[in-house]
């Protein structure tokens, strides 16, 4: 009798545990999707470090990729840029006149442009006009199954396609950085001009003697990984949708949106970085 008790007592304690334990491993299967999309996307950027450094080079296709996503936005990163030095300039103008610190505004522009403004304009314009360009044209030749065709003629569409457009991307987000920052200055320098008829090499002096090394270095080297990551997430979003036509308008959207918030949190990162550097 005490057997048969011991070993009903030993099943149930065993039925338990089974079901405990499958309790555990149900738990975890509602973030499956989620690690399952984190190694898809990690095999995708090792794919393309794989394909950058491979021969054949698709030279032409890259230097295409450049001029649609550097000069093309030349014009639309060159307005907004210069507004917003503009527009920067005179709204910090009216506080440092109340505590009689006018003379610091060129300094205090520049650092503002050069450590923050800058990139995050150019990055923010390029994450709404390049991704959405991008991702939109790949996501439409998937649907359309061009990319398949592409696959089955053996011309390495990944290669042509993706690999292109990332390295790009983070060359030329950097250059439009450089770009945006000096229309602001200007921009900023006519607004105060204006006003306080400065100087030209004395404004000028004061914004290089307020801007260190470390600034420029760290203001350009954060722009490349905005533009990799606006490349990456574009091509990622646009490489992989489904769904038809629908696919196309929410790869879009994806790319923008994944893009804008990824480059908060790079720069996020890059001011800690450079906070303890400094």
């Given at each position: 009798?005490?057997?048969?008790?011991?070993?009903?007592?030993?099943?149930?304690?065993?039925?338990?545990?089974?079901?405990?334990?499958?309790?555990?491993?149900?738990?975890?299967?509602?973030?499956?999707?989620?690690?399952?999309?984190?190694?898809?996307?990690?095999?995708?950027?090792?794919?393309?470090?794989?394909?950058?450094?491979?021969?054949?080079?698709?030279?032409?296709?890259?230097?295409?990729?450049?001029?649609?996503?550097?000069?093309?936005?030349?014009?639309?990163?060159?307005?907004?840029?210069?507004?917003?030095?503009?527009?920067?300039?005179?709204?910090?103008?009216?506080?440092?006149?109340?505590?009689?610190?006018?003379?610091?505004?060129?300094?205090?522009?520049?650092?503002?442009?050069?450590?923050?403004?800058?990139?995050?304009?150019?990055?923010?314009?390029?994450?709404?006009?390049?991704?959405?360009?991008?991702?939109?044209?790949?996501?439409?030749?998937?649907?359309?199954?061009?990319?398949?065709?592409?696959?089955?003629?053996?011309?390495?569409?990944?290669?042509?396609?993706?690999?292109?457009?990332?390295?790009?991307?983070?060359?030329?987000?950097?250059?439009?950085?450089?770009?945006?920052?000096?229309?602001?200055?200007?921009?900023?320098?006519?607004?105060?001009?204006?006003?306080?008829?400065?100087?030209?090499?004395?404004?000028?002096?004061?914004?290089?003697?307020?801007?260190?090394?470390?600034?420029?270095?760290?203001?350009?080297?954060?722009?490349?990984?905005?533009?990799?990551?606006?490349?990456?997430?574009?091509?990622?979003?646009?490489?992989?949708?489904?769904?038809?036509?629908?696919?196309?308008?929410?790869?879009a959207n994806g790319a923008v949106v994944t893009s804008m918030f990824l480059i908060f949190i790079i720069d996020l990162l890059a001011l800690q970085v450079i906070t303890f550097f400094r």
């Open positions: 009798m005490e057997k048969e008790l011991t070993h009903t007592t030993n099943t149930i304690s065993n039925s338990l545990s089974h079901q405990e334990k499958e309790e555990k491993i149900m738990i975890p299967e509602r973030f499956h999707p989620f690690f399952e999309t984190m190694a898809k996307i990690a095999s995708f950027i090792g794919r393309f470090f794989k394909n950058l450094f491979t021969p054949p080079f698709e030279t032409t296709a890259f230097l295409e990729q450049c001029y649609k996503i550097g000069y093309q936005s030349l014009l639309l990163i060159g307005i907004t840029a210069a507004i917003a030095g503009v527009v920067f300039s005179q709204q910090s103008r009216p506080s440092l006149v109340a505590f009689g610190a006018q003379s610091w505004l060129p300094s205090f522009v520049a650092i503002a442009v050069v450590r923050s403004l800058g990139p995050l304009i150019t990055a923010l314009i390029c994450s709404g006009k390049v991704a959405s360009n991008i991702a939109a044209e790949l996501s439409s030749m998937r649907v359309t199954e061009q990319i398949d065709a592409m696959e089955v003629s053996a011309t390495k569409p990944f290669k042509y396609l993706v690999v292109t457009r990332i390295l790009a991307a983070t060359i030329m987000i950097p250059i439009l950085t450089i770009f945006a920052d000096t229309l602001s200055l200007m921009s900023s320098f006519l607004s105060v001009n204006i006003l306080d008829q400065t100087n030209f090499n004395l404004f000028f002096t004061k914004v290089f003697e307020s801007i260190s090394f470390l600034d420029i270095i760290g203001s350009i080297s954060k722009t490349v990984f905005f533009g990799f990551a606006i490349g990456a997430v574009a091509c990622y979003k646009g490489y992989y949708a489904s769904k038809g036509t629908v696919g196309v308008g929410k790869a």
